[in-house]
């Protein structure tokens, strides 16, 4: 069974950093893709971003594109977060699946974690 476990959330003034880790365990193979998502209270979940682990080829949501980046060191997810906005205060999401490919491919989410809570606040 596939497990994931998030850490790295906090409160972090407007123009910071944090990174945000997922550790996962279970039957996690190359075939799979990973993604983060977030969910800000009375809105709808976010995908903010994905990636390939046959090769690591990813993606980044528009609204984040230059200032998210997600990575991973084996089993590891991470999301380094740089200047931070109050608009990025949402509780966050790692989840596991398979890509799906059409005109660009997207991660069709199995597992998720419990989420981490950010907040970007003065």
């Known amino acids: 069974e596939v497990q994931l476990v998030e850490s790295g959330g906090g409160l972090v003034q407007p123009g910071g950093n944090l990174r945000l880790s997922c550790a996962a365990t279970?039957?996690?193979?190359?075939?799979?893709?990973m993604a983060w998502f977030r969910q800000a209270p009375g809105k709808g979940r976010e995908e903010v971003a994905r990636?390939?682990?046959?090769?690591?080829a990813s993606t980044e949501a528009d609204s984040v594109r230059g200032r998210f980046t997600i990575s991973r060191d084996k089993n590891i997810l991470y999301l380094q977060m740089v200047s931070l906005k109050p608009e990025d205060t949402a509780r966050y999401y790692c989840?596991?699946?398979?890509?799906?490919?059409?005109?660009?491919?997207?991660?069709?989410?199995?597992?998720w974690g419990k989420g981490t809570q950010v907040t970007v606040s003065s």
């Open positions: 989840a596991a699946g398979r890509p799906y490919y059409g005109l660009t491919w997207s991660c069709e989410t199995e597992h």
């Open positions: 279970g039957l996690i193979d190359r075939r799979d893709c």
């Open positions: 990636i390939l682990l046959r090769d690591d």
